[in-house]
């Protein structure tokens, strides 16, 4: 049996005083996509930034391809999550970049590719996107959709084996939000990457993901397919998955 | 031990950290020449209109404040070279320190605040690069290197000021303000100049970069780190002034008492 690409074994974080996830554990197998959803403040963004090494977790170990992440050697660590790709909620775009520096960023610091090589990778990833004509507009020029293809664009700039995507439809309207995630699953299914998303959109999480889990109460609850989700009989999933208002989730506010 | 004594010494503690992870960075993965050539450029050229005014009026100033004092004492003849002396060794490094605090050390702050809370840093450090080495070091080595060409630039124009306004007011013909300059104006001014202007600008790169980089808590947390990057810096610059008073001071008495 292949072992999981992406590991979170008894891992606690918490901020403060509070616990925000207490001893969770997640695997993730390779080209797999595992899509997070829950209530907004419980954690799914924190899995992913401990993913990204950007969190390093109270207790437990977060493992990629069987080395834990946070044992690593500052280079080794850098190697490794070299691997990865992360499109972040608010995007993060450089603003004070061109569309084009965005993604020709990474490629400068960490390849060895000739200025020519880089600008013609630009162009090939704008394209992938379909923003191939805003080159050279800055982020705050062009519109949300835009900007998100553009992160997703930057995400991939390394072609990382994973890539992790932070609510890649928020804010979008349903067009664009179909859009986005179809383009999320071509460059999956182009790449053969494994991939973490978080969404609070039913709708899409069932078209990208492979499973879905769920982050509530300072732990994952594995829900499955979309099949499998649906017929869950935790209430807690019950109720977010119907956007119920009365149920254990709102009542534990 | 009071709350807010305690932020304070965690808060000296976490910038000194951050120091010496930018200097351990500058030693171990240097950033580009280019990178600091730009910020060099950026922050010599967003200060060098008003440094090059407020050094002519400095000049000035000196030079009606001398003027005042020793006419009485029939020793018009050293206006220039008392006037320089004084700027030179304390008033032009203190003057392009408030300058670049007002400016550069604002500017830098908002800027690294920021990119911090809208997760730029995090997505440099996402993509494979250090944030220190990347958009840390080469603002903190601009500044520092800036604030000499600015200095530079300083003491000319308070030279020329003071030159003009001796002319117009006293009387006293330019050669004969600046024939005096090299008596009065020695070595050790010169270097108590430079010592002045290397620790303010280690000051307020080290309180302007590191209270941007550590901005949390959006829009208010951007301008908390503005605000308390132009306090700290004020107060710094003014405690450290006396602090390298002190210290050259009683440097110049050694080398002078040994010599």
């Known amino acids: 049996m292949a072992s999981a690409q992406l590991a979170l074994n008894d891992v606690s974080i918490g901020f403060g005083d509070g616990v925000l996830l207490s001893k969770v554990n997640l695997s993730v197998m390779p080209g797999e996509c595992v899509v997070l959803v829950g209530p907004s403040g419980k954690g799914k963004t924190v899995l992913l930034k401990l993913f990204a090494g950007l969190l390093k977790p109270t207790l437990g170990q977060v493992q990629i391809e069987d080395k834990d992440l946070n044992q690593l050697a500052p280079h080794e660590q850098k190697q490794l999550l070299l691997k990865m790709g992360m499109l972040f909620q608010k995007n993060a775009l450089f603003d004070s970049l061109s569309v084009g520096e965005n993604i020709a960023f990474p490629l400068r610091e960490k390849t060895k590719l000739s200025e020519a090589e880089i600008q013609e990778r630009v162009v090939y990833f704008l394209e992938q996107v379909g923003i191939g004509h805003a080159r050279l507009l800055y982020p705050d020029e062009i519109s949300g959709g835009m900007q998100k293809r553009l992160g997703i664009a930057r995400a991939l700039a390394l072609k990382p084996q994973i890539v992790l995507y932070d609510d890649p439809t928020a804010g979008l309207d349903p067009i664009t939000s179909r859009l986005i995630v179809d383009l999320i699953l071509r460059l999956r299914a182009e790449n053969k990457s494994t991939v973490i998303a978080v969404t609070n959109d039913m709708v899409r999480a069932y078209q990208m993901a492979d499973r879905i889990a769920m982050v509530v109460d300072g732990e994952i609850v594995i829900t499955g397919n979309k099949a499998q989700t649906l017929a869950h009989q935790d209430p807690r999933v019950v109720q977010f998955v119907r956007g119920q208002l009365h149920g254990p989730l709102t009542e534990s506010q | ?259």
């Open chain 2, 1 to 259: 031990m009071p709350k807010l004594l305690i932020d304070v010494i965690d808060d000296v503690g976490n910038c000194l950290l951050f120091v010496r992870e930018v200097m351990f960075t500058a030693l171990t993965s240097p950033c580009s020449f280019a990178s600091i050539c730009e910020q060099i450029w950026t922050v010599t050229l967003q200060s060098l209109p008003t440094t090059a005014l407020a050094g002519f009026f400095v000049g000035a100033i000196m030079t009606v404040q001398f003027t005042l004092q020793i006419t009485t004492f029939g020793a018009l003849g050293y206006l220039g070279g008392l006037s320089t002396s004084g700027t030179v060794r304390e008033v032009g490094p203190l003057l392009i320190a408030f300058l670049l605090s007002g400016k550069v050390g604002a500017f830098t702050s908002a800027e690294l605040g920021t990119m911090q809370v809208t997760e730029q840093i995090d997505a440099i450090r996402c993509l494979g690069a250090n944030p220190i080495q990347e958009i840390i070091l080469p603002r903190y080595l601009g500044i520092i290197i800036s604030s000499f060409f600015l200095l530079a630039v300083g003491l000319v124009m308070s030279i020329f000021g003071g030159m003009l306004l001796g002319l117009v007011f006293s009387g006293i013909n330019p050669e004969e303000y600046v024939r005096h300059i090299p008596t009065i104006v020695n070595k050790f001014s010169v270097a108590n100049g430079m010592f002045k202007c290397l620790v303010f600008a280690f000051l307020l790169a080290s309180i302007c970069t590191y209270k941007g980089y550590s901005a949390r808590g959006g829009a208010k947390g951007v301008g908390r780190a503005v605000v308390s990057t132009a306090v700290l810096t004020m107060v710094g610059i003014v405690v450290f002034d006396w602090l390298t008073s002190l210290i050259t001071d009683t440097a110049m008495n050694v080398v002078l008492g040994n010599s």
